[in-house]
């Protein structure tokens, strides 16, 4: 497999941990991706998530660039619908301003949280049938081509920042295709529709003065280490606190449940629905990963994986990026 490697780092802040212990870890692992060769490391807005640390995105970019060199950073994605499309062009117009030739802005048009959340977010759930149309807002903006009659963004225009869709349904994937931008798959949580979706997106590909072909990005857990118990181990530890996560507060449970109860909820339904969102995941030794993503790569014919390390720890996390690294450039 030769296709580049990337990183989605969730910023996650685990039980007994702050924000600011999320946000050194996050530094310590693009760190660490950087020196390993890595291409981007990506984050992700969401909001009213006390296990995820990214909901001020363009801000943790600015703290992750000032603490790296080189690796390209972006969003995966930023919820454009929340947002402005002029706020987003100043926001990483002036990103790009800091860091020139590292910046990416990965959209999406899903509200990155629930309901109340996103009346709290002063967001009208309608917003999103505009998201095209503020695509291309945005676009123009940051190509200094304004398409709203005297208003640019200051920073942001002419700086080109590059634009990626993504998408876990088809939708984004024939947006993407029409407006010639590259197309990155949110497999690593919902791999329904990866295959039909990237098919879907190299029908409707038109090449653009962005891009002369089709580009893929698809999103992939991996979990490795040493051995393929430690892996197992660590990988369980993560199917627990999805479980909990996702479905504890929707079923009444408290939070701080025990292995052995969560072991119980993961034996109900909710254990399908956790194992059907990690379907995508490579969990193993060095080998049993590359094995794993090799054939990955073969059935999508990604260009680029973006890949999420799954160990529950910073240290399992930054073990899982180094062995990921090494064998896949034996």
Known sequence: MSVPLSILDLAPVAKGQTASDSFAASV???????????????????????????????????????MTSS????????????????????QFGTLAALYPGRIDLGLGRAPGTDQPTTYA???????????????????????????????DAYPGKGSNVPLYILGSSLF??????????????????????????????????????????????AGVNVCAADTTQQAKDQFQVIRRARAVNLFGRRLGLPQDLSDEQSDELLASAVGMHVDQMLRYTAVGDPAEVRDYLDGFVKKTGADELITVHQAPDLEGRLRSVTLLAQTMAE
Request: glycine share 8%.
């Open 28 to 66: 310590a692992l693009a760190r660490k991706a950087e020196d390993l060769g890595y291409l981007r490391v990506w984050y992700a807005e969401h909001h009213n998530m006390a296990s995820i640390g990214s909901s001020a995105t363009s801000v943790l970019i600015a703290h992750i660039g000032a």
């Open 71 to 90: 690796i390209r950073l972006g969003s995966g994605g930023v919820m454009l619908p929340n947002h402005s499309p002029l706020v987003i062009a100043e």
């Open 121 to 151: 977010l002063r967001r009208d759930p309608r917003t999103a049938d505009r998201f095209p149309q503020d695509v291309l807002e945005l676009q123009a903006f940051l190509r200094g081509e304004s398409t709203v009659q005297g208003v």
């Open 172 to 217: 984004g994937a024939q947006l993407a295709g029409m407006l010639g931008l590259p197309y990155a798959f949110a497999s690593h949580f919902a791999p329904d529709s990866l295959l039909d979706a990237i098919a879907n997106y190299r029908a409707e590909f038109k090449p653009s003065a962005d891009l002369d072909k089709p580009y893929v990005i």
